[in-house]
């Protein structure tokens, strides 16, 4: 226990775990940084290599990252807007999973890690994050560890996701609140 002006514990880090993460981090950025200057189609061959799933063919646009991309699924038709971030764990049994026909604006984050702050090293925690067929999330959203956003929801640009959000419900602010149920009165495009 640290005395009042004494300068705080740090928890203990193993050097041969920090020079492979090290290692991993510049090889895996390395690689992101060469997919940036790849077409689309190629890029797509890559991603399918790396995810647990990846549907038919959406899109992913550039500046995209992905954290633990083995851990990912990403359905069918789904859309993955300029700069948004994937932070997976690497912890069992936690994934990021993106149905079918989502849109994700640009800068959305979605984070499935975090700490346990009642312990002085901050043990790691995770839990999985969903986002169901058809939502739409807005511009700058965060959606935080162990969220499920339901089918057809809609979140507002800039919103902060701290719990589930029910299907066909739009939700806004920080932190992220339900506002209003969604009426669908079509399916697809009209022609």
């Known amino acids: 226990m640290n005395s009042p002006g004494s300068p705080p514990q740090q928890p203990s880090i193993h050097r041969e ?12 950025n390395l690689l992101f940084g060469l997919l940036e200057l790849l077409p689309q189609f ?30 990912m699924s990403i359905g069918h038709h789904s859309y993955i807007n300029h700069g948004c971030c994937f932070y997976g764990s690497s912890l069992k049994g ?13 800068h959305v984050k979605i984070f499935t890690a975090t700490h346990d702050y009642s ?5 790691d925690v995770a839990e999985s994050v969903t986002v169901e067929d058809n939502a739409w999330v807005g511009g700058g959203t965060i959606i935080l560890p162990g969220v499920t956003i339901g089918r057809g929801a809609i979140i507002g640009a800039g919103s902060v996701v701290t719990k589930d959000i029910p299907a066909f419900s739009v939700a806004v602010g920080n932190p992220a609140r339900v506002v209003r149920t969604r009426e669908v009165v079509a399916q697809g495009n009209p022609a």
């Open 17 to 28: 775990g920090l020079f492979l993460y090290n290692g991993y981090a510049y090889a895996y």
């Open 42 to 71: 190629l890029r797509r061959i890559f991603f399918k290599a790396m995810f647990r799933r990846l549907g038919a063919p959406g899109l992913i646009d550039y500046k995209t990252y992905f954290r633990y991309p083995s851990k």
């Open 94 to 106: 936690v994934e990021i999973v993106i149905g079918d026909d989502v849109a994700l604006g640009p």
């Open 119 to 123: 312990t002085i090293d901050l043990k």
